[in-house]
């Protein structure tokens, strides 16, 4: 659970409750309130996603899995927002014969 409170030029408190019902989603650092010309208030916690695919073996040892993630924002168009890729980190990978 999450709550804000926010002090508005006029005086007057804006103040709310938000819980996040979704599991595997935590807040892991703070983020920022959108407020709009009236008042409300959206809090849209960043979290930690996990994925599965379906991977298919039919054509073993020459199978090839491909797994599509997509990306986006609640909060911002795809004229405001532009994901990339960053370079992986591989430092701690460990390699496995069954996957090369």
């Known amino acids: 659970e999450s709550s804000l409170s926010l002090q ?3 005086g007057s408190e804006i103040s709310s409750s ?3 019902p979704m599991r595997d989603l ?3 650092f703070h ?3 959108l407020v ?3 008042g409300a208030c959206q809090y849209i916690p960043p979290g930690i ?3 599965t ?3 298919d073996v039919r054509w073993f040892p020459f199978d090839i899995q491909k797994c599509d993630l997509k990306f986006g924002s609640w909060t911002h168009n795809g004229w ?3 994901l990339q890729m960053m370079d992986v980190d591989i430092s701690t990978y460990i390699p496995n014969g069954e996957w090369d």
Do not use: F, G, P, R
């Open 31 to 33: 983020t920022n309130v």
């Open 49 to 51: 996603l996990k994925s």
């Open 36 to 38: 709009n010309a009236s």
């Open 80 to 82: 405001l927002l532009d």
């Open 18 to 20: 938000t819980t996040v």
């Open 8 to 10: 508005s030029s006029l």
């Open 26 to 28: 935590y807040a892991t």
């Open 53 to 55: 695919c379906y991977i």
